[in-house]
């Protein structure tokens, strides 16, 4: 976000509403996305919510009304009709007016399917996708993404027709959905373990992180058990509030051990984080938990369960 914006929230808009639809991708795109979500934001008297999306995969995300101004770090955006990030160990800092939002998050199986370039190298990045050499090959959705006129059954159609022309397979995927699954799992605490429980050596196992999922081995283990504190805190918090120390994961040592990890990905402290409002965020994770089954995006399984 602009310097306004970063490090603090603006008043609380008194009256806005936001809603939420998760699609479920067709069986022919298993692990490769998080979810095909639709998401309407409509805010009084032409104004704007500010709020910070937590850690993340990669992400492509189109509006029809009001254009975001987003923030990761030092990467910004401004303007856009079609915003792209790269995976994240950072918020995703953001200020957004009345929109309707098209938004679909790559898994690393996804992700080694539709975008020629190493994760690392666009981690912690957002950027206008329509300008972007990675991304600008998605731009093709934007005209019917960003009209609101068109129906969202039309719109959804066009994402299929759209991602099954632009998919192409990948040698690694045997070796990206063992990692991804042992990651998911929690069961693993160091690299060791995780590339024995991958059948890879650490080596290899690194360099799949690296062009795949964004990050070290050792990173992402630590931001999956971030992601899973951080997500029963927002959870519990919609549903009457706990504290931080009911919420953190059991594999930390002590209190002070979590609030450096969560000062660290989430660039304040979790009181401070705490205090803020997330209208939009709070509402999104606990309709996406109820709904989809997973409140974000880094919990989300490989490949989803069938529905009975």
Known sequence: MG??????????????????????PPPQFDGCFTTFYHLSLDVEDGGTLTDALQPE??????????????????????????GATG????PCEFELGQSRMWGIGFLPLGWARFIEADAFDLANVACDGANHPVFAK???LSDVLCDPAIPKDEQLAQIIEVMARLMRPNRDEPKIM????????GEHLAVADLAEAC??????LERM?????????????????????????????ASGGMRWTEAMDGEYHDQAQ????????????PSAYAALDHPILSSFMEARARIWGSAAQTLDQPVREADD
């Open 57 to 82: 995969w990669g992400n492509i995300r189109f509006f029809g009304g009001s254009w975001p101004t987003s923030r990761i770090g030092d990467s910004i955006v401004s303007g856009a009709r079609f």
């Open 87 to 90: 995976p994240s160990s950072r």
């Open 209 to 237: 992180c690296r062009r795949y999922f964004g990050f070290t081995p050792k990173l992402l283990l630590r931001r999956q058990r971030f992601m899973r504190s951080l997500s029963t805190f927002m959870l519990q918090q």
């Open 178 to 185: 063992r990692i991804h699954t042992a990651l998911v799992s």
């Open 138 to 140: 998605f731009d093709v």
């Open 199 to 204: 059948g890879m050596s650490i080596r290899t």
């Open 3 to 24: 310097d306004g914006v970063h490090g603090a929230r603006a008043e609380p808009v008194a009256d806005y509403s936001v809603r939420s639809r998760f699609y479920t």
């Open 258 to 269: 979590f609030t450096r990890e969560f000062s660290e990905f989430m660039t304040m402290t």
